[in-house]
């Protein structure tokens, strides 16, 4: 089993729709999830990390958190097609130990 | 915001020689950096993590032979692809950890060296 799951998509919305990506991972220690943005032959970019249970939103980003259920997800809401990219969710697991998933794939169509 | 820079960000070599890809975080000490490479359409792979002052950890079937890595000071990380062959061709990213209560928290990746092998 990977530590980190993600669905390797590609995943399509309309644009202005709501994006929904999604994120499992094993170590139920696990305090820190982020998420990270790829654009295409360009490194990772930081989107948003979480720590506490919830919802966490910054601008038309949020993050959800559900530590019962291991799991972690990412809404775009108002979609554009620069939000074209490929997704990477991360987790700290509580060995200190960074953990990628390998990315969900994002086409906004205009 | 923790800005991390590589150097350089294209490079081409023939077969055989060697190439050394420095990672640096410009306004924040980084005790520990990342190596990562990544093949076309395909995920990141860690290849080691290299701690300030001691030998780097590499990740299971990365040859620490081949791939050397140095981590002279908080600031710097170097990586040195040795005897680089056409199967060495990658993107190569290195990531530093920002420091809170002795522990890193979220990774900023720099911009990527595109490795090109004759």
């Known amino acids: 089993q990977k530590e980190v799951e993600q669905n390797s998509g590609p995943l399509s919305v309309p644009e202005g729709a709501i994006a929904s990506l999604n994120c499992t991972y094993s170590?139920?220690?696990?305090?820190?999830f982020f998420w990270y943005r790829q654009y295409s032959g360009k490194s990772p970019e930081l989107i948003m990390f979480?720590?506490?249970?919830g919802d966490k939103e910054d601008g038309r980003f949020t993050a959800q958190l559900n530590k019962a259920s291991q799991y972690v997800s990412l809404l775009i809401r108002d979609s554009q097609p620069s939000d074209s990219a490929t997704y990477l969710c991360?987790?700290?697991?509580?060995?200190?130990?960074?953990?990628f998933g390998t990315g969900t794939s994002l086409t906004v169509i205009p | 915001g923790a800005v991390v820079s590589q150097h350089p960000s294209w490079v081409i070599c023939k077969s055989g020689t060697s190439v050394k890809i420095e990672c640096r975080s410009l306004?924040?000490?980084?005790?520990?950096m990342f190596w990562y490479r990544q093949f076309p359409k395909q995920s990141l792979m860690l290849m080691a993590t290299?701690?300030?002052?001691?030998?780097?950890?590499?990740e299971q079937g990365v040859e620490k032979d081949k791939f050397l890595i140095n981590h002279a000071s908080l600031t710097l990380s170097t990586l040195t692809v040795t005897s680089a062959h056409p199967e060495d061709s990658s993107f190569y990213i290195c990531?530093?950890?920002?420091?809170?209560?002795?522990?890193?928290?979220?990774?900023?990746f720099g911009p990527g060296t595109r490795l090109t092998v004759l």
């Open positions: 991360a987790v700290k697991s509580a060995g200190n130990q960074f953990y």
């Open positions: 290299s701690n300030e002052g001691s030998k780097a950890t590499y």
């Open positions: 990531s530093a950890g920002t420091l809170a209560g002795g522990s890193y928290n979220e990774q900023f």
């Open positions: 170590d139920r220690g696990s305090q820190s």
């Open positions: 306004d924040f000490q980084a005790t520990t």
């Open positions: 979480i720590y506490s249970n």
